[in-house]
């Protein structure tokens, strides 16, 4: 399908883990992407244990492998393994960001304008871990086209984004614009053509979640139908 950069969740359970990213990496060859994510789950010794066993299937980056706070956390882990680091978790405020690009206790910083405010923030501060050598991953969460088309705008200013950056495509499925995103259903997506934004707003398709609003509430990134349970006895 053209993807070559692939996201895989982990600390649960090392061994079926290490099974398949090493199932990933015979699947889609030497060449692509694996970045895995941690979510702050690991100790500090965990961490450096884990990701050494990790590197065996060339990991691009760990996001986040320790939790943040404090931020020795991650500079330690930073300094004790030659797995490139990611933080996420951690990066909730412009001060946040600066002080993780001062102390440089990451190798990328994944973040978005969510946290930090506005495009102007997430710009600013993204060039200024450019100038730290540093680089960055756009995060999602679950924006719709219209904000997803801004931040792409961002996005290609920047002269140290990485390649294969977040987009819920799922979200994307009824989206407000006129036109899908290239995204939506594909890999790729290059230079938008067009003036402004480049996107068109579907003003009926916004009456009518405006409507499902009104009646349902907050539609929630995360429903509860997407978690499975086990019944309990």
């Not at 088309?149 to 989206?175: E, I, K």
């Not at 003003?203 to 499975?228: A, D, I």
Request: charged share 20%; glycine share 6%.
């Amino acid at each position: 399908m053209g993807y070559t950069v692939f996201y895989i969740k982990v600390g649960l359970d090392l061994e079926a883990e290490l099974s398949m990213i090493a199932a990933l990496r015979e699947t889609i060859g030497p060449n692509c992407k694996i970045r895995i994510d941690a979510n702050g789950v690991w100790s500090v010794n965990q961490a450096v244990r884990y990701l050494n066993q990790f590197d065996c299937y060339q990991i691009d980056f760990a996001e986040q492998p320790v939790w943040p706070d404090p931020i020795r956390n991650m500079i330690e882990v930073r300094n004790r393994t030659p797995v490139a680091l990611a933080a996420n978790e951690g990066l909730w405020r412009v001060s946040d960001v600066y002080e993780v690009v001062r102390q440089r206790a990451a190798d990328v910083l994944c973040f978005s304008s969510n946290w930090v405010g506005t495009l102007t923030q997430f710009h600013r501060l993204s060039y200024l871990a450019h100038l730290e050598g540093l680089h960055v991953c756009r995060h999602t969460h679950g924006e719709l086209g219209l904000m997803a088309a801004a931040s792409h705008q961002v996005c290609l200013s920047l002269p140290n984004l990485v390649d294969g950056n977040q987009q819920t495509a799922g979200m994307l499925q009824d989206d407000i614009l006129t036109e899908p995103l290239p995204v939506a259903n594909s890999p790729d997506w290059e230079a938008p053509k067009g003036v402004g934004l480049c996107v068109f707003v579907d003003e009926e398709k916004v009456k009518k979640y405006h409507r499902l609003y009104e009646k349902q509430g907050q539609f929630l990134p995360y429903q509860p139908s997407m978690f499975v349970t086990e019944p309990k006895f």
